[in-house]
């Protein structure tokens, strides 16, 4: 089954501070990972995804196929970066997005 | 474009009543939609995928008489919550499947209260 977890509800981190979010995965197939990011009183938005192999305000996110990981990482961590994370799996023939239940990220000034 | 409009915002109705919320790609044509709740800190639930001109894909567990979805066109899908009840109270957003170059695209969301 598909499945996405992300261990933390809440990570609240200062100005500066480097910041991981916890992103694992179950599935038997070949993946395709996403963050999204929600701002407050914003809709999601696309953040990365694991096969732009990019880099997005400073984040970015590997895919470890050994550990089923996509973990979310930033250096040095802003203020404007607090928000909501939700990590996401495509997986299979069909278009469906499965989310992991989100991590709060806090940065405090 | 990729604009997904989602109406209304919010809404509050009474136990037993039904309630209609719309998605609509606005500048583009989408044969697809998924529609997912999203109970308070929690993630997003699929619930079901409407399909233009056939029936909506439910998923697991989901009640399709409560949750009546159709595809009325290209451009619009509709959940309908019937005969609601306070545990239907919640957030309700509306996905187009993803585009070359704009990945999939979130309406802004409903927030249902049911008193």
């Known amino acids: 089954a598909q499945r996405v977890t992300q261990p933390e509800k809440l990570l609240s981190v200062f100005k500066g501070a480097p910041v991981e979010l916890k992103c694992n995965y179950s599935?038997?197939?070949?993946?395709?990972l996403f963050w999204y990011v929600q701002y407050s009183r914003q809709r999601l938005q696309l953040l990365l995804r694991?096969?732009s192999r990019e880099s997005i305000k400073g984040f970015t996110a590997d895919l470890n196929k050994g550990e089923t990981s996509f973990h979310l990482k930033k250096p040095f961590a802003q203020e404007e970066d607090s928000a909501m994370y939700y990590c996401?799996?495509?997986?299979?023939?069909?278009?469906?997005?499965?989310f992991g239940t989100g991590t709060l990220l806090a940065v405090q000034p | 474009g990729a604009v997904v409009s989602q109406h209304p915002s919010w809404v509050i109705c009474k136990s037993g009543t039904s309630v209609k919320i719309e998605c609509r790609s606005l500048?583009?044509?989408?044969?697809?939609m998924f529609w997912y709740r999203q109970f308070p800190k929690q993630s997003l639930m699929l619930m079901a995928t409407s399909n233009e001109g056939s029936k909506a894909t439910y998923e697991q567990g989901v009640e399709k008489d409560k949750f009546l979805i159709n595809h009325a066109s290209l451009t619009l899908s509709t959940l309908t919550v019937t005969s609601a009840h306070p545990e239907d109270s919640s957030f309700y957003i509306c996905?187009?499947?993803?585009?070359?170059?704009?990945?999939?695209?979130f309406g802004s969301g409903t927030r249902l209260t049911v008193v």
């Open positions: 996905s187009a499947p993803p585009r070359v170059n704009y990945g999939y695209t």
């Open positions: 694991h096969i």
């Open positions: 500048d583009f044509q989408a044969t697809t």
């Open positions: 599935y038997s197939g070949s993946p395709e």
């Open positions: 996401a799996l495509r997986g299979g023939a069909t278009n469906k997005l499965i």
